[in-house]
C-alpha cells in the first residue's frame, strides 16, 4: 500500500525515455549521467529524472511477484474464493 504513490506520480509513461532519446542519451537504457544532468533543471524533465532517480532507489519486485502480479493481484484473488 506504501508504494500506490508512484501510480499517481507517473502522469505520462515514456515521456523521459522519448526525451532521453532525442537528446541521444538512449543506449541500453537511458543513461544515468543524462539523468543527473536533467534533474538539475527546472520543469517537466526535470521532475520526472528527479522521479526517475527515486524511483531507481526502491527495491524490485522478485520474478515471482512479477509472475504473480504482485500483492495487489494476490489480494484479489483471495477475495474471489
Wanted: aromatic share 2%; glycine share 10%.
Amino acid at each position: 500500500m506504501a508504494k500506490k504513490w508512484i501510480a499517481g506520480a507517473i502522469k505520462r509513461p515514456g515521456a523521459l525515455r522519448a526525451a532521453a532519446k532525442r537528446a541521444g542519451a538512449l543506449r541500453d537504457g537511458i543513461s544515468k549521467a543524462w539523468i543527473a544532468r536533467t534533474a538539475r533543471q527546472k520543469g517537466r524533465i526535470g521532475r520526472q529524472a528527479r522521479l526517475a532517480q527515486t524511483l531507481a532507489k526502491l527495491p524490485r519486485p522478485s520474478a515471482a511477484a512479477r509472475r504473480r502480479g504482485g500483492r495487489r493481484a494476490a489480494a484479489t484473488r483471495r477475495r474471489r474464493r
